[in-house]
């Protein structure tokens, strides 16, 4: 029998779809304001690097909508999650880890591909003059934060 979400997972998976859909308004409300040419790469700095049309911009939220499909589907067929050691999938105490990890794993990369997206916007729109400094960093430390968490969680459920 499955285990239950729980109201913070509940809360995060609906963050995350919010997130999805919140890119590709952005993206709709602002489509008549975009210049023909659009930031489409970011270097070290945070500063674009790299032009596109302005339908480039349409790329990011159909990969985002694509992630989160693909993540969603791992939370329900979790042998598709890739574990680099033996463990008891069938156990509910790992398949609600798994679950949990994949939760915040999807709203991590929401978040990440919303701030992306809103600071292509900005840069397109002469609102701002690229993501900055601390995307790179924060984005790091946010993806791996959670798999280094729930690996412990993992490894510590082993038999």
């Not at 999805?20 to 970011?42: C, D, G, L």
């Not at 700095?45 to 993540?71: R, T, Y």
Request: proline share 6%.
């Amino acid at each position: 029998m499955a285990v239950p979400r729980s109201r913070a997972q509940w809360f995060f998976e609906c963050l995350s779809l919010l997130l999805v859909i919140f890119m590709f308004a952005m993206v709709s409300a602002h489509w008549s304001q975009f210049p023909e040419r659009v930031p489409a790469h970011f270097g070290i700095s945070g500063k674009p690097n790299g032009w596109h049309g302005k339908s480039f911009l349409l790329i990011l939220p159909c990969v985002a909508a694509l992630v989160w499909l693909v993540m969603t589907i791992a939370q329900r067929y979790q042998r598709l999650i890739n574990i680099p050691f033996t463990i008891d999938r069938d156990s509910p105490e790992v398949q609600s880890v798994l679950r949990s990890m994949m939760t915040a794993e999807k709203t991590t990369i929401a978040v990440l591909f919303a701030w992306l997206m809103q600071g292509m916007v900005r840069t397109a729109l002469g609102r701002a003059e690229g993501l900055g400094q601390g995307f790179l960093p924060l984005a790091l430390v946010l993806i791996f934060a959670p798999l280094i968490l729930y690996s412990v969680k993992l490894l510590r459920l082993r038999k």
